[in-house]
């Protein structure tokens, strides 16, 4: 089973319109972080927003925030007061555990493009 | 320079050929990784790096072969590669061993391409 998943492969937006971004997660560990990055077609992946899974407050960064509902597995990211420069993939990605494997495991990515 | 940077930006090599990918992070990180991004695919993780120490290795074919000779560097060597190891390759780094976020800063990546 995916342990991320993003079922919008590509969104369209209007400039200054807000747009979420959806992920849903597995995982059985009662300790992880979400983490959402921003891929340019430059490729860089750009760190976005971070939610803790036992953080009590949806994490927002600027004009990202992060809508977690932990019962339902959910982290969607939301971007307000879209710009023509946020037309790029969006990755969600997830760390298991206090300890042991560190790494990030990520989801297939959304295209958002931003239209004037 | 900050921040995480990789060399070349781009690799063109035939399967026959030896070549270097090089990864520099100049944020203190203490954990350093290489992750593999196809067409398609979603990221994966190829390679971790913990204080020198290489703690994971997802099941990454002998053709590739990281070194880390400090927590600054880390290196992926390639020789014999196929067609299909075509790719992004991203270096990524974080300060493990923190209560937190851990977050893991990327490079620009290398594209590599094997003809």
């Known amino acids: 089973a995916q342990k991320i998943t993003q079922t919008q492969p590509g969104m369209f937006v209007q400039e200054k319109e807000a747009v979420t971004l959806d992920c849903t997660y597995d995982t059985s560990d009662p300790s992880y972080g979400l983490f959402w990055y921003k891929q340019p077609s430059s490729g860089e992946m750009i760190f976005l927003i971070y939610q803790g899974s036992y953080d009590q407050q949806n994490a927002t960064e600027g004009r990202y925030s992060l809508n977690f509902q932990k019962a339902r597995k959910s982290a969607n990211l939301v971007i307000s007061a879209s710009q023509l420069g946020d037309s790029a993939m969006y990755f969600c990605?997830?760390?298991?555990?206090?300890?042991?494997?560190?790494?990030?495991?990520f989801g297939s990515g959304t295209r958002l493009q931003v239209q004037p | 320079e900050t921040g995480v940077t990789q060399t070349p930006r781009h690799l063109v090599m035939g399967m026959t050929n030896k070549k270097s990918l090089k990864c520099e992070q100049h944020l203190g990180h203490n954990a350093m990784y290489w992750y593999k991004q196809s067409a398609k695919k979603p990221l994966e993780l190829m390679f971790v790096?913990?204080?020198?120490?290489?703690?994971e290795n997802n099941s990454v074919p002998s053709r590739f072969s990281p070194e880390c000779p400090n927590s600054s560097h880390l290196f992926l060597h390639l020789h014999t590669l196929q067609p299909e190891d075509s790719a992004l390759y991203l270096c990524?780094?974080?300060?493990?061993?923190?209560?937190?976020?851990?977050?893991?800063?990327f490079g620009p990546g290398t594209r590599l391409t094997v003809l």
């Open positions: 990605a997830m760390r298991e555990g206090d300890t042991g494997r560190r790494a990030l495991t």
């Open positions: 790096y913990n204080f020198k120490e290489q703690t």
């Open positions: 990524a780094s974080s300060q493990e061993g923190t209560q937190g976020r851990d977050t893991q800063y």
